[in-house]
């Protein structure tokens, strides 16, 4: 070849692939393939994203202080050491670019989240994955994979496929067991659903140690994924270093206008948690009760086994018949597990049933 060559790793990641959203001759759908909030986003929200349409031939606030302040007010935080971000997935891209290279190496779980791989190999380091014990972050596993080649470890808490998610002292202990220059990314987009009393999302640990960053997105409990928006929050070193990273004008204007507006309606984000709460727990039963196997999940979606991967993918097939879209996670190393998005009342059971035909035919 003789035009231009990308770095080194660039041509050997498999571009990321969402989930999908429409099933051919369906022409309606219950999507349940991407983690989306069940009830939507905030009718608050909304207004405020068309009242910012009069303002679209400006540019956005670059610093999205006003963003900063009210995520600061919501979460008792400094907003001096919030970055936002087209997503959380900006901010993940920027803290590997920032601190992570050629010969670098980036650790995570080895069913974290598939973006913390590809992200390595965009600026040519190489992911190190560490085993799980029970579809679950090994902690012990984690550390004997550092080496001194390591530069970033993701954590995804909880962690998306699986559902499942690491004690605060757990993390405690994984962030105890790093080298003061290894910089420990906590992504904690599921916190908002999380209500046990032994997690903590990453704000302590961020507040106080120089080598730690908490990520959040607005994509899930709040229903903005569409405008793609999230937040970070770390030490002011991190912080500033991101900020010469990202461009001048990441997030839109419309975006921050619905963050700000969805932080201030609690009731409709309480809704979202009390319909997780409701509706995660009674889906899990039920397909237990029809022998599949419901993996424990304090997000908002359940990893469910199959016991094969041909039978998972029947079923994904027999799903999309009844106009039901889950997600296939054979890229996670789960082909024979369905993520199933807790989606409303008329969804969950929706899938319920589906499922039990498709139990009772095989």
Same mark, same amino acid.
């Given at each position: 070849?003789?035009?231009?060559?990308?770095?080194?790793?660039?041509?050997?990641?498999?571009?990321?692939?969402?989930?999908?959203?429409?099933?051919?001759?369906?022409? @309606?759908?219950?999507?349940?393939?991407?983690?989306?909030?069940?009830?939507?986003?905030?009718?608050?929200?909304?207004?405020?994203?068309?009242?910012?349409?009069?303002?679209?031939?400006?540019?956005?606030?670059?610093?999205?202080?006003?963003?900063?302040?009210?995520?600061?007010?919501?979460?008792?935080?400094?907003?001096?050491?919030?970055?936002?971000?087209?997503?959380?997935?900006?901010?993940?891209?920027?803290?590997?670019? $920032?601190?992570?290279?050629?010969?670098?190496?980036?650790?995570?779980?080895?069913?974290?989240?598939?973006?913390?791989?590809?992200?390595?190999?965009?600026?040519?380091?190489?992911?190190?994955?560490?085993?799980?014990?029970?579809?679950?972050?090994?902690?012990?596993?984690?550390?004997?994979?550092?080496?001194?080649? @390591?530069?970033?470890?993701?954590?995804?808490?909880?962690?998306?496929?699986?559902?499942?998610?690491? @004690?605060?002292?757990?993390?405690?202990?994984?962030?105890?067991?790093?080298?003061?220059?290894?910089?420990?990314?906590?992504?904690?987009?599921? $916190?908002?659903?999380?209500?046990?009393?032994?997690?903590?999302?990453?704000?302590?640990?961020?507040?106080?140690?120089?080598?730690?960053?908490?990520?959040?997105?607005?994509?899930?409990?709040?229903?903005?994924?569409?405008?793609?928006?999230?937040?970070?929050?770390?030490?002011?070193?991190?912080?500033?270093?991101?900020?010469?990273?990202?461009?001048?004008?990441?997030?839109?204007?419309?975006?921050?206008?619905?963050?700000?507006?969805?932080?201030?309606?609690?009731?409709?984000?309480?809704?979202?948690? @009390?319909?997780?709460?409701?509706?995660?727990?009674?889906?899990?039963?039920?397909?237990?009760?029809?022998?599949?196997?419901?993996?424990?999940?304090?997000?908002?979606?359940?990893?469910?086994?199959?016991? $094969?991967?041909?039978?998972?993918?029947?079923?994904?097939?027999?799903?999309?018949?009844?106009?039901?879209?889950?997600?296939?996670?054979?890229?996670?190393?789960?082909?024979?597990?369905?993520?199933?998005?807790?989606?409303?009342?008329?969804?969950?059971?929706?899938?319920?049933?589906?499922?039990?035909?498709?139990?009772?035919?095989?």
């Amino acid at each position: 070849m003789t035009g231009p060559q990308p770095r080194p790793g660039i041509m050997s990641i498999a571009p990321y692939v969402g989930g999908k959203d429409t099933v051919e001759g369906k022409a @309606t759908v219950m999507k349940l393939s991407s983690n989306e909030g069940a009830l939507g986003p905030s009718p608050k929200a909304m207004a405020a994203y068309t009242k910012a349409a009069s303002e679209l031939h400006r540019y956005p606030d670059g610093g999205s202080e006003k963003l900063r302040a009210a995520i600061g007010r919501h979460y008792g935080l400094d907003p001096a050491r919030i970055v936002c971000g087209a997503g959380s997935d900006e901010l993940l891209n920027l803290l590997v670019r $920032a601190y992570c290279g050629q010969g670098d190496e980036l650790l995570y779980s080895a069913h974290g989240f598939l973006m913390y791989p590809l992200n390595a190999k965009g600026v040519g380091a190489t992911p190190v994955a560490a085993p799980e014990t029970d579809y679950r972050t090994d902690v012990d596993a984690m550390l004997a994979k550092v080496s001194d080649k @390591t530069k970033v470890v993701c954590l995804a808490n909880p962690n998306n496929p699986t559902g499942s998610y690491i @004690t605060k002292d757990e993390v405690r202990r994984l962030h105890d067991g790093l080298p003061r220059h290894v910089l420990l990314v906590i992504d904690a987009a599921y $916190a908002e659903y999380v209500s046990r009393n032994d997690y903590e999302a990453g704000v302590e640990l961020a507040g106080k140690a120089e080598n730690v960053v908490m990520c959040r997105t607005f994509s899930k409990i709040y229903g903005l994924g569409g405008l793609r928006l999230g937040w970070m929050y770390g030490p002011a070193a991190v912080v500033d270093v991101i900020n010469r990273l990202r461009q001048p004008f990441n997030v839109n204007s419309a975006a921050q206008a619905a963050g700000i507006a969805a932080l201030a309606d609690v009731a409709h984000a309480d809704a979202s948690r @009390t319909n997780n709460d409701i509706w995660l727990p009674w889906l899990s039963a039920e397909l237990a009760r029809l022998g599949l196997q419901p993996r424990p999940s304090v997000g908002n979606f359940l990893l469910v086994g199959f016991g $094969a991967q041909a039978r998972a993918e029947a079923a994904n097939a027999h799903m999309m018949q009844d106009g039901l879209i889950p997600r296939m996670v054979h890229a996670y190393g789960l082909g024979d597990h369905l993520r199933i998005t807790i989606g409303t009342e008329a969804e969950v059971k929706a899938v319920r049933d589906s499922l039990a035909r498709f139990v009772a035919a095989t």
